[in-house]
């Protein structure tokens, strides 16, 4: 089992910044790829990045790509999302999932584990 727990939402202004955290236990977390979703009120979740278990790949959401970053310090068993130039359309839960394998990383499907999510409202 692996228990993953997201904090840093919060609200924050359009042009804005904020940084997420997915804080890992149980299993070795660096056997797992990791990956962010979003769910907008009213609409279905959605693949925002991976991350391989190693650091070394990263893929992001065409929505997101060049403003948001996703790493990770397999030291502190945790992974991040820095969120930068946030928009009213990043408005959403955000969740951390982990996977064995780097692949198919944007079907939600293939997650093994989830956590409860973290809210981020961007305002105009």
């Known amino acids: 089992q692996v228990q993953l727990v997201e904090s840093g939402g919060g609200l924050v202004q359009a042009g804005g910044s904020l940084r997420l955290s997915c804080a890992a236990s149980g299993r070795t977390f660096s056997n797992y790829a990791m990956g962010w979703f979003r769910q907008a009120p009213g609409k279905e979740r959605e693949f925002v990045a991976a991350?391989?278990?190693?650091?070394?790949?990263?893929y992001y959401a065409d929505s997101v790509k060049g403003r948001f970053t996703i790493s990770r310090d397999n030291a502190k068993n945790t992974v991040y999302l820095q969120m930068n130039s946030l928009k009213p359309e990043d408005t959403a839960d955000y969740y951390c999932a982990a996977k064995m394998l780097y692949s198919s990383m944007s079907v939600q499907g293939g997650y093994d584990y989830w956590g409860q999510g973290t809210q981020v409202t961007v305002s105009s």
């Open positions: 991350i391989s278990w190693s650091g070394s790949s990263t």
